[in-house]
Nanobody, 125 residues
């Protein structure tokens, strides 16, 4: 079992920045890769980014590439999502999740097993 708690969401103006955190407990943090997803009202949950177990490999959705950065601190059992140059279309509930081992796919929701409760990010124009 893994428990995930996101924090750091809020209201920000377009062009601003936020840093989300995802604190994990319940299993050795460095034993699993992780991802960030987001879900806007009336939309499906979508992939934002992925980070490997060591943090040495990251992938991003095209919509956030160059603006968002994922990192992790295995000593603190925490993953981060640094979001810069925010746009109104980034408004969503952001979720962190742990990735199941053994899957090459890192985009699909089905390859992630444990999820946090989400944190709201609202970007005003």
């Amino acid at each position: 079992q893994v428990q995930l708690v996101e924090s750091g969401g809020g209201l920000v103006q377009a062009g601003g920045s936020l840093r989300l955190s995802c604190a994990a407990s319940g299993r050795t943090f460095s034993s699993y890769a992780m991802g960030w997803f987001r879900q806007a009202p009336g939309q499906e949950r979508e992939f934002v980014g992925y980070i490997s177990r060591s943090g040495g490999t990251t992938y991003y959705a095209d919509s956030v590439k160059g603006r968002f950065t994922i990192s992790r601190d295995n000593a603190k059992n925490t993953m981060y999502l640094q979001m810069n140059s925010l746009k109104p279309e980034d408004t969503a509930v952001y979720y962190c999740a742990t990735k199941k081992n053994g899957y090459l796919d890192y985009v699909s929701i089905r390859v992630y097993d444990y999820w946090g409760q989400g944190t709201q990010v609202t970007v005003s124009s």
